[in-house]
T-cell receptor
C-alpha cells in the first residue's frame, strides 16, 4: 500500500537543529520530497532525493534516506524563526504522472 | 520562467451551491496538472490529475469533477457543494520526464468554506 506517516508537531529552540522524520510504505517510490507550507500559502519544494541516494545536503538542509527501513528525515541546521511552517514528506510511486502521496505534515515551531 | 495562478484565494459558499475553481499555468506547454485537497489538520490528498487536454483521472470518488479545456487550464467544479467539501484546494503542475515526472509546483491555494 501507499501511506506516508509523520509526527504532527515539533518544537525547537532558535539556533538548534531540527529533525523531522517520515516513514513510507511503497519501497518502489523513485523520488521522495520535502515540501514547506507557510501559513495560508501553497507548498514550496525544499528538496528531494532520488531513491538510489542515501543522503543529500543543500546548505542548512540534510536529507537522509534509509530504504531498508523506508525512513526519510529532514535535518535543518541552525533553525531560525523563519523556518516555522508545516513540512510535508511526499513520495512519488512508480507508474508515472508524478502523482504525489503526502504525509499529514509536521508543524515546526521555533521559539527563542 | 513558469508560473501558476489559482483563484479565488478564499471562497465561502452555501451548501448546495455550485463551485468553480480555476488554475492556469504560464511559461510551459503540455504540463501534467493536479488538484489536491488539504482538509483541516490533515495532509494533502490527490483528487484529480491530467496529462493532456480533455484527459482527467480521478483518484477518489467524491462530489467534485475536473476539466481541462485548454492545455494550461485546469478547472475544479461541483454542481452542489457539501459541508464536507470545505478545505484548502491546491492546483499543481509538473514537467513530464520519461513518464516519471519531476517536482510538482504548487499554486497559492483556495480556501473553501461551505456553510
Amino acid at each position: 500500500g501507499e501511506d506516508v506517516e509523520q509526527s504532527l508537531f515539533l518544537s525547537v529552540r532558535e539556533g538548534d537543529s531540527s529533525v523531522i522524520n517520515c516513514t513510507y510504505t511503497d519501497s518502489s517510490s523513485t523520488y521522495l520530497y520535502w515540501y514547506k507550507q507557510e501559513p495560508g500559502a501553497g507548498l514550496q519544494l525544499l528538496t528531494y532525493i532520488f531513491s538510489n541516494m542515501d543522503m543529500k545536503q543543500d546548505q542548512r538542509l540534510t536529507v537522509l534516506l534509509n530504504k531498508k527501513d523506508k525512513h526519510l528525515s529532514l535535518r535543518i541546521a541552525d533553525t531560525q524563526t523563519g523556518d516555522s511552517a508545516i513540512y510535508f514528506c511526499a513520495e512519488s510511486p512508480p507508474g508515472g504522472y508524478n502523482k504525489l502521496i503526502f504525509g499529514a505534515g509536521t508543524r515546526l515551531a521555533v521559539h527563542p | 520562467s513558469q508560473t501558476i495562478h489559482q483563484w479565488p484565494a478564499t471562497l465561502v459558499q452555501p451548501v448546495g451551491s455550485p463551485l468553480s475553481l480555476e488554475c492556469t499555468v504560464e511559461g510551459t506547454s503540455n504540463p501534467n496538472l493536479y488538484w489536491y485537497r488539504q482538509a483541516a489538520g490533515r495532509g494533502l490528498q490527490l483528487l484529480f490529475y491530467s496529462v493532456g487536454i480533455g484527459q482527467i483521472s480521478s483518484e477518489v470518488p467524491q462530489n467534485l469533477s475536473a476539466s481541462r479545456p485548454q492545455d494550461r487550464q485546469f478547472i475544479l467544479s461541483s454542481k452542489k457543494l457539501l459541508l464536507s467539501d470545505s478545505g484548502f484546494y491546491l492546483c499543481a503542475w509538473s514537467f513530464i520526464v520519461n513518464r516519471k515526472g519531476t517536482e510538482a509546483f504548487f499554486g497559492q491555494g483556495t480556501r473553501l468554506t461551505v456553510v
